[in-house]
Structure formats: structure tokens, C-alpha cells
RNA sequence: GUGGCUGUAGUUCAGUGGCAGAACGCCUGACUGUGACUCAGGAUGUCGUGGGUUCAAAUCCCACCAGCCACCCCA
């Protein structure tokens, strides 16, 4: 065994697993070029101080999260630890302003945060993420939950429910916060540690403890607490959602964990994983820009999990297509045989069939038994006997059945024979 | 950061003080130049790491590391 051991909460993915991503990957991209979103991609290291300004200087993430080193220069950088951030930098860097408003954008890629692993949970993880910039239109704020609910059905995903809440403008919210303390203030004494703690650093976070849940049922709701901006939002956002015909919950209990939030705040949550359910989640923020340094500018956005969805995806059962899956294997028998066989896999590749040459010396039945372990879908074998008569062998690896072909059809019979298959 | 469970071959695990094992997988070969069946042979381990107890430690004790799960928090 090797003395490296990749590191906690770290993953190599490979294998059967690459199938997954690519599932989720693509199918990602070719969607959200759909609705029109254009990547962007953001270096991977960020100064820190773009984090504790961008995400919030109380957050846990700023607190205790983040993966922060010095530079030889001195410079106090930091592994991203959510994407929408640096995409606002990017936005007001670039004075993407000036390309029209609003602007689409969407990125993936890794993020990092020092946390503990566990189930759906990683240091190293990957996020697909979505914002959009220059519009405060409740519109955009459903465009976006529609695209999550499209993008997990069209995945076959069934066991999900959308929630959405509305968190209200910084201002209302420090109204409501008041109200909850003095809601909870009685009952002080009776409620657990956590909560004791929270009532002070994050008084929204005793509404969805785990123990105190009824005290947290009967306490007031924020959406009768919002200015009349935000009610307005939020009742156009459900009206638009109404029309995209997505399903919802409202669910008053959702805050995010990031302080940028304003107004719009939504989930998804996945029935079938365990305690880190939450497969995508995202909301409005109207003042980060501006927050940065840049101009004016409301957005919204999401992230979506992808460790998260390749679990839901398993527990569900779904199937994904085997992207790796070889269609032609080259087995061969002699070196007139070789040399052919080598012409030959540039052929096939040509025409982007998925050949996998022989590269070993061994026997033919060591080759085939490796063609079997590469799932592969025809075998072509060359060996003495096809030479002399200028031919090949195209098995079936599912069936067993063989054909012989003049060396100059190969190519036709493999594209022919490969429809089979599918 | 806190807590619970677990670390032995590539994988799943057995071994509970006395020579490091099984199954599957892998490699080689045999059976008509032909895999997924059968048979024969072979390779692979600092028993998670470091310390301690002991004549003797995979086994007992301590610390650390890692994995899984939960809290916290989040995707």
C-alpha cells in the first residue's frame, strides 16, 4: 500500500463513478444552455478577504470553514468556498455590466470547506451554480426553480420537493428577529444547548432545531413580518411558479446559511438521503454586488450539490448511460496481424467508434477475457488465418456470434453491427 | 469542534496472545487460435500509524490518523 493516502474529505473518482458525473454534468450544461445561461469559469483560489466580506464575516463558513494560507508574497489567500462570489467579482472586474443586463451565468466545479465529512458531505466538493445578474423581477427568481425542477426530472429524479420561503430585506428581517426573541424569551431556560447558544449568534436557527421543534412550531411565522416589497416579490414569485406548473412548499423555516440572502430563499431536498438532504439550494441577493464594490445590481442564484445528486440518483435506482463503455475491441494473433490491427483501431476511431487495441502479449483467450472485462461490445480478431485470406472475425460479445468480413468492409459491418446494441 | 461505530490481500471479511487466512477478483496456463462455465498453477499484506505491556501482539493498553454515521453547519 502506498505511504499517500488522499486526503479527509477528499474523493477519487473513477471507474463506474465517472458515469455518474458525466450524467449530471452534461446534461447540467446542455440545459442550462438552454435557458440560456453561458459558463464562467473563476479561479479556484480567491483572496480571503472576497469570502468574509462576500459570504459574512459571522458565517460558520467565514468562522471555521475556509481553507486560508499566505502566499510567498504574504497575501492571505483562500480556497473557494462557494462559487457565487467569485462570479460577482468576475461580474464587477469585468464590467460585465456593460453586456446588457440581466446576464445568465453558470459554473462547475470544486469547492472547499474544513468541515467533518460525512454522508453528503465532503471538503472537496462540486457544485453546478447558476445566477443571474442586472434584474430584480420575481420572473428571474422563478426562471430558476424551474429550471431545478426541470433539471431533476429530466435526471429521472422523483423523490424531491421544492420549498421556498421569502427571508425579506435586511431591514424587515431585523424586525422579525426582534419578534422572534422575545417569542423565544420565556422559554429560554427549557431549551437545549444549542438553542441557548444560537439565541443569540443566529436567532433564525431555532426555528428548525431538531429538538425544540414545538416551540419552533408555534412561533411566528416571518412572512407576517415583511415589508411590503418583499410580500409583493413573493407573491409574484408563486404566481409565476403557478404558470411554470412547479410544484412547492412553502416552508417559512427556511434560512440559508450565507448572510447575502434577501427576499427569495428556496431548497430542494431529497427524501431518500439522510441528514444532509438538501440537494440544491439558492435564493436573491440584491445587495452583494454593491456589497463588493461594484454597482447596483440585484441577482439570484443556486447551487446544486453533485455528490448529493449521484446518491439521490442511487438510492432511486436510476440507470445512467455507460459514457465509457468500449464499443470495439482489437485482438490479435501474429505480427503481419499486428501491424493491420494498428491501421485498423485508426480507422474506427475515425469514425469515432470507441476501439480498444490490444496492447499486451498475450493469448487470445487472455484478450478476449480482457475485452469481456472491458464491457466491450464487439471483439474484431485478426490472427493468422484472416491474414492469409485478407478477412477479420467480428464477434458479438453479448451473443457470441461471428462473422467473417473482407478486411476492406470492416468498418461498415462494425457500424452496422454496433446499432445492435444501444 | 463534539460524540458513536469501524480500520487485516484489489474487494468482502474470518482470525481475540504463539508460523497471516478464506471467498471473490487479478495474472499465467489447459480444454477446438475465442471471454462471461470448468480445471491446474501463481502473485499480492510494514494486520491504519506510532508508542507501551509481554519471552511472544493483528489480538491487551494509550495516543494519533483515516473511513462511516450523528450533532453543528451546509451543496
Avoid at 471483439?379 to 476492406?408: L, P
Amino acid at each position: 500500500m502506498s505511504n499517500y493516502k488522499r486526503i479527509k474529505g477528499t474523493k477519487d473518482i473513477f471507474g463506474e463513478e465517472i458515469d455518474y458525473w458525466y450524467y449530471v454534468e452534461n446534461k447540467a450544461k446542455e440545459m442550462l444552455e438552454k435557458y440560456g445561461f453561458r459558463e464562467i469559469r473563476t479561479p479556484i483560489i480567491e483572496s480571503e478577504e472576497l469570502f468574509s466580506r462576500g459570504v459574512g464575516q459571522e458565517t460558520d463558513i467565514v468562522q471555521k470553514e475556509m481553507y486560508t494560507f499566505e502566499d510567498k508574497k504574504g497575501r492571505i489567500l483562500a480556497l473557494r468556498p462557494e462559487g457565487t462570489a467569485s462570479v460577482v467579482r468576475a461580474y464587477i472586474e469585468n464590467s460585465m455590466i456593460n453586456f446588457g443586463s440581466p446576464q445568465k451565468f453558470f459554473y462547475i466545479g470544486p469547492m472547499f470547506r474544513y468541515e467533518k465529512p460525512q454522508s453528503g458531505r465532503y471538503r472537496e466538493f462540486y457544485q453546478i451554480g447558476a445566477e443571474i445578474f442586472g434584474t430584480d423581477y420575481p420572473l428571474a427568481d422563478a426562471e430558476l426553480i424551474d429550471f431545478l425542477y426541470e433539471y431533476f426530472k429530466t435526471l429521472k429524479l422523483t423523490n424531491f420537493k421544492i420549498k421556498i420561503n421569502s427571508i425579506g430585506t435586511t431591514k424587515s428581517r431585523e424586525k422579525y428577529k426582534k419578534v422572534l426573541k422575545e417569542y423565544y424569551n420565556p422559554f429560554l431556560p427549557i431549551l437545549c444547548e444549542d438553542c441557548q447558544r444560537r439565541y443569540n449568534a443566529n436567532i433564525l436557527r431555532l426555528l428548525d432545531c431538531k429538538i425544540d421543534k414545538d416551540v419552533a412550531a408555534n412561533a411566528p411565522s416571518i412572512l407576517d413580518y415583511l415589508d411590503n416589497e418583499s410580500k409583493e416579490h413573493f407573491e409574484s414569485l408563486k404566481k409565476y411558479l403557478d404558470v411554470f406548473e412547479v410544484p412547492y412548499e412553502i416552508d417559512p423555516k427556511i434560512v440559508r446559511g450565507l448572510d447575502y440572502y434577501s427576499k427569495t430563499a428556496f431548497e430542494v431536498e431529497h427524501l431518500d438521503l439522510g441528514e444532509q438532504a438538501v440537494i440544491a439550494g439558492g435564493g436573491r441577493y440584491d445587495d452583494l454586488v454593491e456589497q463588493l464594490g461594484g454597482p447596483k445590481t440585484p441577482a439570484v442564484g443556486f447551487a446544486i450539490g453533485i455528490e448529493r445528486i449521484i446518491e439521490a440518483l442511487k438510492k432511486e435506482h436510476i440507470e445512467v448511460e455507460n459514457f465509457s463503455q468500449i464499443d470495439v475491441y482489437i485482438a490479435y494473433q501474429g505480427e503481419q496481424a499486428e501491424l493491420e490491427c494498428i491501421k485498423l483501431s485508426k480507422e474506427l476511431r475515425k469514425y469515432k467508434i470507441k476501439t480498444y487495441l490490444n496492447l499486451s502479449k498475450r493469448n487470445l483467450s487472455g484478450q478476449l477475457k480482457h475485452a469481456n472485462r472491458l464491457n466491450a461490445k464487439l471483439t474484431i480478431i485478426m490472427g493468422e488465418e484472416e491474414v492469409v485470406d485478407d478477412v477479420v472475425t467480428v464477434r458479438n460479445m453479448e451473443t457470441g456470434e461471428q462473422t467473417k468480413v473482407q478486411r476492406s468492409w470492416v468498418t461498415e459491418l462494425v457500424l452496422e453491427k454496433l446499432k445492435e446494441f444501444s
